[in-house]
């Protein structure tokens, strides 16, 4: 099973600065099947990114994932408000399917 | 537009059977090349892969779970169901049903999640 750890565990920035986030599994996910998830309180979880660095389907520009092998990143270029939730990584590139521990984005 | 939606007791005794079954409308199940998912998390804390079920039946579990899952489709009804046996506390979680829309693993439709309480 392929252990997911994302960092840090808590990010405290303003509107407008830029978020980045970190998952790092513990064997290589193949073919970059790695996907990033936006949960608010008392939602599902919200899909942002696949393949590690495509955008979803409305999902804005300001999103963007990159990375490869074992390391994984989601940068917010500027924090807008709505976007202060929780945020998941998970890797489906061989089963089971697993989910790192998730990274709070709050205000500060 | 597809839309996912949970159904189940909310309520389950420990030791019982834990059963859920998802509901899906804008989509065939029997003609789609995805695979059904069911997540769960539990209150105040992360998301934890069930398993998956293809149309055809073949099923993709949790090694952590699988002794007691079972994910089954049935095609007639446009449902797939979730069932977990000998639940304890620990099973106590919000599930989730979800399907793909690139590929199969990341999910872009969920249902809006069923807590189950045991």
């Known amino acids: 099973e392929i252990v997911l750890t994302q960092s840090p565990v808590t990010l405290s920035l303003s509107p407008g600065e830029r978020a980045t986030l970190s998952c790092r599994a513990s064997?290589?996910?193949?073919?970059?099947?790695l996907a990033w998830y936006q949960q608010k309180p008392g939602q599902a979880p919200r899909l942002l990114i696949y393949?590690?660095?495509i955008r979803a389907t409305g999902i804005p520009d300001r999103f963007s994932g990159s990375g490869s092998g074992t390391d994984f990143t989601l940068t917010i270029s500027r924090l807008e408000p709505e976007d202060f939730a929780v945020y998941y990584c998970?890797?489906?590139?061989?089963?089971?399917?697993?989910f790192g521990p998730g990274t709070k984005v709050d205000i500060k | 537009q597809l839309q996912l939606q949970e159904s189940g007791p909310g309520l389950v005794k420990p030791s019982e059977t834990l059963s859920l079954t998802c509901t899906v409308s804008g989509d065939s199940i029997s003609t789609s090349s995805y695979h059904w998912g069911w997540i769960r998390q539990p209150p105040g804390k992360g998301l934890e892969w069930i398993g998956s079920v293809y149309y055809s039946g073949s099923t993709d579990y949790n090694p952590s779970l699988k002794s007691r899952v079972t994910i089954s489709v049935d095609t007639s009804k446009n449902q797939f169901s979730l069932k977990l046996t000998s639940v304890t506390a620990a099973d106590t979680a919000v599930y989730y049903c979800?399907?793909?829309?690139?590929?199969?693993?990341?999910?872009?439709?969920w249902g809006q999640g069923t807590l189950v309480n045991v």
């Open positions: 393949g590690a660095s």
């Open positions: 979800a399907r793909p829309r690139y590929g199969s693993g990341s999910y872009f439709f």
């Open positions: 064997q290589r996910v193949s073919s970059s099947y």
């Open positions: 998970q890797q489906y590139g061989s089963s089971p399917f697993t």
